[in-house]
């Protein structure tokens, strides 16, 4: 069984940083296309950034170009989404997701596999 957890989620004044991991379990986790959404209360699921399994193509949502970087360390298993810069309209539940391939141009949620329960962050202005 595919388990996808992330944790690191919060709350933080608007300028600040927050760290996201990822990790998942039951499934070889260089195999799989790695991603970042969120949903907002009212609004849809998005992508907000994914990175592919070898970490050579990476697709970034334009609201979060400059301020949030993604990686991953396949050795150990771990996803990771730095966020700098961070503006009130960040705020939304983030998910973690395992993707069976990379979509350019786009995180696409019809690719997605598996998702994770999802963890809270919150930019107060």
């Known amino acids: 069984q595919v388990q996808v957890a992330e944790s690191g989620g919060g709350l933080v004044q608007a300028g600040g940083s927050l760290k996201l991991s990822c990790t998942i379990s039951g499934a070889p986790f260089d195999g799989y296309t790695m991603g970042w959404f969120r949903q907002a209360p009212g609004k849809e699921r998005e992508g907000v950034s994914c990175i592919s399994g070898g970490s050579m193509s990476t697709h970034y949502e334009d609201s979060v170009k400059g301020r949030f970087t993604i990686s991953r360390d396949n050795a150990k298993n771990m996803l990771y989404l730095q966020m700098n810069s961070l503006k009130p309209e960040d705020t939304a539940m983030y998910y973690c997701?395992?993707?069976?391939?990379?979509?350019?141009?786009?995180?696409?949620?019809?690719?997605?596999?598996?998702w994770g329960q999802g963890t809270q962050v919150t930019v107060s202005s």
């Open positions: 997701a395992a993707s069976r391939y990379f979509v350019s141009g786009t995180c696409a949620k019809n690719a997605v596999a598996y």
